[in-house]
């Protein structure tokens, strides 16, 4: 049992010597072999009829040699370079090479991107920049306070500007002790002088408000919020009072801008104490 533990690796490794012989052997052209009998019978008996039958016929042993030496020959030549100088790399004129398709393609697609990106951040610098040309958006110098009050006389109470989108109305100077706990200083500035700039845009969905020459409020046609003159919120819907734009009054002109509105006062402020003149031109919009 034991000689048979012993024989098998002794047999493996033997088996493995001979087989990397062997392949050694071929891989270096070293192997050789023998023709079979009928091999060389069958050479023999059909060159007896040749001129050079008299000629002994190499053996396969010695072709295979023949074959070997040569083959070995071939592997162990030296091939040498031509014997050539290197050249000095000159990088190519790019005016001669040219822009390719491909070049050609990306920049173009670059070109386009950027114009079309260029001209969409014009257009919406142009349309977020304020208005220089005095329309809605930009500081508008209204008019002397002559002006402006002949404009409310002749409006009934109201003066409409339709470049600021706004009504301009007087504000009676004895409320300005409640106005000032109430407004901010940019309101209050038009207040001193006498008027409120009032934004026409209804706070509950956005409808132009106008005013009611009858109650001498403004009355929403939409909903029916009401407003007193100054803009307070009085009924309807409305969650505030109407939205105002900043003043400023430059000696006796006054100059509002329409690019800052400020929110209307809260629910409740009454600083005019104001209540309607005359029948409302809208009905409903009771006290919510
Ligand atoms: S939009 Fe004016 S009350 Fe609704």
């Not at 042993?61 to 162990?76: F, G, I, L, M, N």
């Not at 007087?170 to 106005?179: G, H, R, S």
């Not at 706070?203 to 007193?228: A, D, I, M």
Request: charged letters at 20%; a neutral charge.
């Amino acid at each position: 049992m034991n000689v048979i533990i012993i024989a098998i690796p002794v047999l493996v490794v033997l088996a493995a010597i001979l087989l990397l012989g062997n392949a050694r052997r071929r891989d270096t052209g070293e192997a050789v072999g023998a023709l079979s009998r009928e091999t060389v019978e069958r050479d023999r008996s059909a060159r007896a009829g040749r001129a050079d039958a008299a000629v002994e016929a190499p053996s396969g042993r010695a072709v295979e040699q023949s074959v070997a030496v040569e083959r070995r020959a071939a592997s162990t030549a030296v091939v040498t370079r031509p014997d050539t100088n290197p050249v000095a790399w000159v990088p190519p004129d790019p005016e001669i090479i040219g822009v390719n398709r491909r070049q050609f393609l990306n920049r173009s697609m670059v070109g386009v991107s950027s114009f079309s990106l260029a001209t969409l951040g014009v257009a919406m610098v142009g349309f977020l920049w304020p208005s220089s040309s005095g329309g809605f958006g930009s500081k508008l110098r209204v008019g002397s306070f002559d002006e402006i009050n002949q404009k409310i006389s002749d409006g009934g109470g109201f003066a409409y500007y339709p470049e600021g989108r706004m009504w301009v109305t007087a504000y009676p100077q004895a409320a300005l002790d409640k106005a000032r706990n109430t407004y901010s200083a940019p309101e209050l500035a038009g207040m001193e002088a006498g008027f409120v700039a009032l934004y026409q845009k209804c706070v509950h969905l956005g409808c132009r408000v106008p005013q009611c020459l009858t109650s001498q409020w403004f009355e929403c046609p939409c909903h029916g919020s009401k407003y007193n003159q100054v803009g307070e919120k009085k009924a309807g819907p409305a969650p505030r009072g109407l939205d105002r734009f900043v003043t400023e009054v430059d000696g006796n002109v006054l100059l509002v801008n329409t690019g800052v509105i400020i929110q209307g006062p809260p629910i409740g402020v009454n600083t005019t104490g104001q209540e309607a003149e005359g029948p409302a031109c809208i009905t409903g919009g009771g006290n919510h």
